[in-house]
T-cell receptor, first 116, second 113 residues
């Protein structure tokens, strides 16, 4: 069965600090997709990144970077030089593509508070 | 233009009432979903529709009945509302390929009193 674990329930950092949000997943499929979503205080869910199981290349987008390691079943998310606007709940999610159009299975989220 | 829109954004109602939440997507996606987010922010799939056909129903009470008149719309009707139904309900859509991201509506905060 598929499962996503975000062990960090809440993280608080001071502005300009770097912060890493952990995500560990479980799946029996060899083909799967991993995602990160952001939910700011306004409540909407914002897509950040998708990664497929065959692509372990790390990705950087501005202050955001993602580290995917199949050996440890982890897909961690780092925010560099955090800003107050980064305060949100961040969700990691998994989709097992081989079963067709499967819905996302979400972790329980990590609430990030960035203090000015 | 809003990609996935759901109405209403807020819904306050009494126990025992019947209510509906509407969802529309203009992305041309084949698959639509309803997710429930509880008070602890946990997001869980309720239903998944592909081209108007129900493909996933995740142990949801039969008081919840989704209806998809066409592939751009997926409405959620809830009968005999209970206090425990209070949550935020999100509609989402994605391409029918399993590997694409889902786009979410802004959510409907349902409060049952």
């Amino acid at each position: 069965a598929q499962k996503v674990t975000q062990a960090q329930t809440e993280i608080s950092v001071v502005e300009k600090e770097d912060v890493t949000l952990d995500c560990v997943y479980e799946t029996r499929d060899t083909t799967y997709y991993l995602f990160w979503y952001k939910q700011p205080p306004s409540g909407e869910l914002v897509f950040l990144i998708r990664r497929n199981s065959f692509d372990e290349q790390n990705e950087i987008s501005g202050r955001y970077s993602w580290n995917f390691q199949k050996s440890t079943s982890s897909f961690n998310f780092t925010i560099t030089a955090s800003q107050v606007v980064d305060s949100a709940v961040y969700f990691c999610a998994l989709s097992e593509a081989q079963r067709g159009n499967t819905p996302l299975v979400f972790g329980k989220g990590t609430r990030l508070s960035v203090i000015a | 233009d809003t990609a996935v829109s759901q109405t209403p954004k807020y819904l306050v109602t009494q126990m025992g009432n019947d209510k509906s939440i509407k969802c529309e997507q203009n992305l041309g996606h084949d698959t639509m979903y309803w997710y429930k987010q509880d008070s602890k922010k946990f997001l869980k799939i309720m239903f998944s529709y592909n081209n108007k056909e129900l493909i996933i129903n995740e142990t949801v009470p039969n008081r919840f009945s989704p209806k998809s008149p066409d592939k751009a719309h997926l409405n959620l009707h809830i009968n005999s509302l209970e206090l425990g139904d209070s949550a935020v309900y999100f509609c989402a859509s994605s391409q029918n390929r399993g590997y694409t991201e889902a786009f979410f509506g802004q959510g409907t905060r349902l409060t049952v009193v």
